[in-house]
């Protein structure tokens, strides 16, 4: 086979195409530690099924888990895998809600705009921040990665437009 990676990355994408298993990941990005029994609940999966493809995911190194007496917490496993999940999830269009009311599609359509993800502000709103700051040399790209950092003038610029120090 040509590219050795080729069998790795079949192997993450196997993890991941699962309904089940991509619902724990979006659930999780919330970053919060979720019981097996909540996030069963979540995907509407029983507690045994939840707790196998949990157990996969955590084979996977893409969640990571905790004991507390007897329940089990589980996280994403780091800042790398949530934004990998929101980076797949960012390709879909976001699923219109059935329309039961004015109040669910207004929700929806609020967290389309602006929301918080893992650990950063997300939605149409986080990308135009970021492409703003990006176009007005506020920060720059770390390397080839998705990683920035704020410039010298973006600094200044946080301290004179927003008042922010530090």
């Known amino acids: ?20 298993r991509a619902s724990f990941l979006l659930a999780l990005l919330d970053g919060r530690a979720w019981t097996v029994t909540e996030l069963a609940t979540h995907a509407g999966v029983a507690v045994s099924t939840a707790t196998e493809h949990l157990n ?32 797949l999830a960012a390709r879909l269009a976001p699923p219109r809600p059935a329309a039961r009311g004015l109040r669910a599609v207004t929700a929806h359509e609020a967290l389309v705009r602006a929301r ?23 920060v720059e790209r770390i390397g080839t990665g998705r990683a920035v ?10 301290r004179d437009v927003l008042g922010l120090t530090g």
């Open 56 to 87: 996969r995911l955590r084979e996977a190194g893409l969640v990571g888990e905790r004991r507390q007496g007897r329940h089990r917490y589980v996280c994403i496993a780091d800042a790398d895998v949530a934004q990998l999940v929101e980076d």
């Open 1 to 20: 086979m040509g590219d050795p990676r080729a069998v790795e990355l079949a192997r993450l994408a196997g993890h991941l195409a699962d309904p089940t």
């Open 116 to 138: 918080t993800c893992y650990d950063h502000l997300a939605g149409v709103v986080g990308a135009e921040i970021c492409r703003t700051m990006m176009r007005r040399g506020w």
């Open 149 to 158: 950092r704020v410039t010298p003038a973006g600094r200044r610029a946080l």
